[in-house]
């Protein structure tokens, strides 16, 4: 066994415990899209068994075992919004701190809908989060954690008319 080897290990196993710090950071996390994820769960099973039946060697079964565990890591990722910030990409340590932020826009087409939030920052619209928490409770949440007088748009398109 290599050195690599160690320390793909090693980075496997603090990239997990990361991940986990995060998600529990997370007040509110964004709906995640459950399709990529269960491909996700299905197919790095399906990458270390294969390394597993294929390979030979102790070295080569746990370097296909760690790829694995890694390709899995990507079923952790989380998005939504912390106590201080907005955490938009799991890599992202500092995200985007509230008090940084000029406005928030939420918008749900209709009744039942995921609620899609952007924000901006300086000016620039900010990558867009969906979440399947009830608009009041996002909005209370928000209220709460901006800074006093930053505006919340609320558009909702609830249009009940049938076409004819």
Partial sequence: MTG???????????LFLFLLLLRREIVMIAAERTGVRIAIVLFSPLVSVSMLL?????????????????????????????NDRIVIHPMNIKGIAYPDIDRIVLYQEKEG??????????GIRGPLLKFKQPMAEIVVFLSEHLKEGTPIDILVDHDDRSQP
């Fill in 4 to 14: 690599l080897t160690l320390l793909m290990g090693l980075f496997t196993i603090v």
């Fill in 54 to 82: 294929i390979d030979d060697t102790l070295y080569h079964r746990l370097r296909g075992m760690i790829s694995g565990f890694i390709f899995l890591s990507f079923a952790l990722d989380s998005k939504g919004l912390a």
């Fill in 113 to 122: 809908d995921p609620i899609k939030m952007n924000y901006f920052r300086r």
